[in-house]
C-alpha cells in the first residue's frame, strides 16, 4: 500500500513539474506575442489530430528510443554515454556501405540483416573506442563520447562526399538511393516496422535490468563501483561491456534510419537524435520502458516545431526551449523525490 501511494505521489510530482514549465513557456510565448493556448491547441492538433501526424510522430521517436535505451545502459554501469550521436551516424555509415556495395544482388532479408549487422558493429567499435579509453587509460567518458560525435560525422562526410557520393546528386551529398528490396517493410505510409524494433529494444532491456544477473551487476556497479571492485566484480570488464551493448543498439538505430526511413546516407543524417535520445533517457531517469514515453514526448516536440513556426513566426527551435524547460522540471521532480525518500 506504501509503494503504491509513493508511486502515486511521484506520478502526481512529475505531473505538476510538467505544468510548472509548460505555464513558463506560455508565459514565454506571451512576451512574443503569442497566444500560448492557440499555440498548444495547434501543435497538438497538428500532430495528434491526424493519422500523418501521428505517423511522423512515430518515425521520430524511434530512434530516440533505442538511443534513450543506450544511454541508460551505460548510465546503469556508472558511465555518461553522451556518445549516441556518433554511433548511431558510424552505424548508418556502415549499414550504408553494406546495402550500396554487398547487398544489392542478395535476397532482401538477408541483406537487411547484413545491415543489421553492419549498424551495430559500427556503433559497438565506436563506443568500444570511448570504453577502452575508459577502463585502460582512465579518460572521462563524457568528454571522449562527445569529442567522437563530431569525429564520427566528419568521417561520414569524407565518405558522402567521395567515394559513397551518387553520382546523380550533382552538388548534394548523399549516397545513391538503397534498394527497395532493402527497405523495412511499412505499417503504415512513412512508418518502418522500426517502431517494433525500438519498443521490443526497450522491453528486453528493462527485462535484463529488472531480472537477470547481468542487470544486477550493472546495478550494482552502477551505485557503487569501489565496493563492486572490494565484492569481487570485474567493474572494467562490465563497463565495458555496457559501452559495446549502448553502441550496437545506437549503431541499429542508424541502420533503420537508412533502412526505414531516408533509404540513403546524407550528412544530416540523424543529425541531433542522439543528443535527443540521451535526453529522453534523463527524463526517464534511465528506466527503459519510461523511455519510451519521453521519447515519444521529445518526438512529438520535434514535429510541432513546425506547427509553432507556421502559426506564430517563431522559430522552430522555440521548442528546444520547451524540452529544456521540460527536463528541468523532470530533474526539480527528481530533486523532491530524493528529499522525500
Known amino acids: 500500500m506504501k509503494d503504491k501511494t509513493e508511486s502515486i505521489k511521484q506520478a502526481l510530482l512529475t505531473v505538476l513539474a510538467l505544468a510548472v514549465?509548460?505555464?513558463i513557456f506560455g508565459v514565454f510565448l506571451m512576451t512574443q506575442g503569442v497566444n500560448p493556448?492557440?499555440?498548444?491547441?495547434?501543435?497538438?492538433?497538428?500532430?495528434?489530430?491526424?493519422?500523418?501526424?501521428?505517423?511522423?510522430?512515430?518515425?521520430?521517436?524511434?530512434?530516440?528510443?533505442?538511443?534513450?535505451?543506450?544511454?541508460?545502459?551505460?548510465?546503469?554501469?556508472?558511465?555518461?554515454?553522451?556518445?549516441?550521436?556518433?554511433?548511431?551516424?558510424?552505424?548508418a555509415l556502415l549499414a550504408t556501405f553494406v546495402a550500396v556495395f554487398v547487398a544489392k544482388s542478395?535476397?532482401?532479408?538477408?541483406?537487411?540483416?547484413?545491415?543489421?549487422?553492419?549498424?551495430?558493429?559500427?556503433?559497438?567499435?565506436?563506443?568500444?573506442?570511448?570504453?577502452?579509453?575508459?577502463?585502460?587509460a582512465g579518460m572521462n567518458e563524457t568528454l571522449t563520447t562527445v569529442i567522437m560525435n563530431y569525429i564520427a560525422y566528419?568521417?561520414?562526410?569524407?565518405?558522402?562526399?567521395?567515394?559513397?557520393?551518387d553520382p546523380e546528386s550533382f552538388?548534394?551529398?548523399?549516397?545513391?538511393?538503397?534498394?527497395?528490396?532493402?527497405?523495412?517493410?511499412?505499417?503504415?505510409?512513412?512508418?518502418?516496422?522500426?517502431?517494433?524494433?525500438?519498443?521490443?529494444?526497450?522491453i528486453v532491456t528493462w527485462l535484463v535490468l529488472k531480472k537477470s544477473a547481468c542487470g544486477f551487476r550493472l546495478r550494482v556497479i552502477g551505485g557503487n563501483a569501489e565496493a563492486a571492485k572490494h565484492a569481487g566484480f570485474s567493474v572494467a570488464k562490465i563497463q565495458m561491456a555496457a559501452m559495446l551493448i549502448s553502441g550496437a543498439i545506437s549503431g541499429i538505430a542508424g541502420m533503420v534510419e537508412i533502412a526505414g526511413v531516408e533509404g540513403?546516407?546524407?550528412?544530416?543524417?540523424?543529425?541531433?537524435?542522439g543528443y535527443y535520445g540521451f535526453l529522453a533517457a534523463w527524463m526517464a531517469w534511465n528506466n527503459p520502458?519510461?523511455?519510451?514515453?519521453?521519447?515519444?514526448?521529445?518526438?512529438?516536440?520535434?514535429?510541432?516545431?513546425?506547427?509553432?513556426?507556421?502559426?506564430?513566426?517563431?522559430?522552430?527551435?522555440?521548442?528546444?526551449?520547451l524540452m529544456a524547460l521540460v527536463l528541468l522540471g523532470i530533474l526539480w521532480k527528481g530533486k523532491g523525490r530524493k528529499k522525500c525518500s
Open 154 to 165: 566528419d568521417i561520414v562526410s569524407f565518405f558522402v562526399y567521395g567515394i559513397l557520393k
Open 37 to 91: 493556448i492557440q499555440i498548444y491547441g495547434d501543435m497538438i492538433v497538428s500532430t495528434l489530430g491526424n493519422s500523418y501526424g501521428i505517423g511522423q510522430v512515430v518515425v521520430k521517436s524511434s530512434p530516440f528510443i533505442m538511443v534513450a535505451v543506450a544511454t541508460a545502459i551505460s548510465a546503469k554501469a556508472g558511465l555518461v554515454n553522451v556518445g549516441g550521436e556518433g554511433q548511431l551516424a558510424i552505424g
Open 171 to 202: 552538388s548534394w551529398p548523399m549516397s545513391p538511393e538503397i534498394a527497395d528490396k532493402l527497405r523495412l517493410p511499412e505499417i503504415y505510409v512513412g512508418v518502418s516496422i522500426g517502431i517494433f524494433g525500438a519498443v521490443a529494444v526497450a
Open 106 to 136: 542478395m535476397p532482401g532479408p538477408v541483406g537487411i540483416l547484413l545491415m543489421l549487422v553492419a549498424g551495430a558493429l559500427g556503433g559497438a567499435v565506436w563506443s568500444g573506442l570511448a570504453g577502452l579509453m575508459k577502463v585502460k
Open 289 to 321: 520502458l519510461a523511455a519510451i514515453i519521453t521519447s515519444v514526448v521529445i518526438g512529438f516536440l520535434c514535429v510541432a516545431g513546425n506547427v509553432l513556426e507556421q502559426s506564430s513566426g517563431l522559430p522552430s527551435s522555440g521548442t528546444k526551449i
Open 21 to 23: 514549465m509548460v505555464v
Open 264 to 273: 540513403r546516407l546524407r550528412t544530416t543524417t540523424g543529425v541531433n537524435y
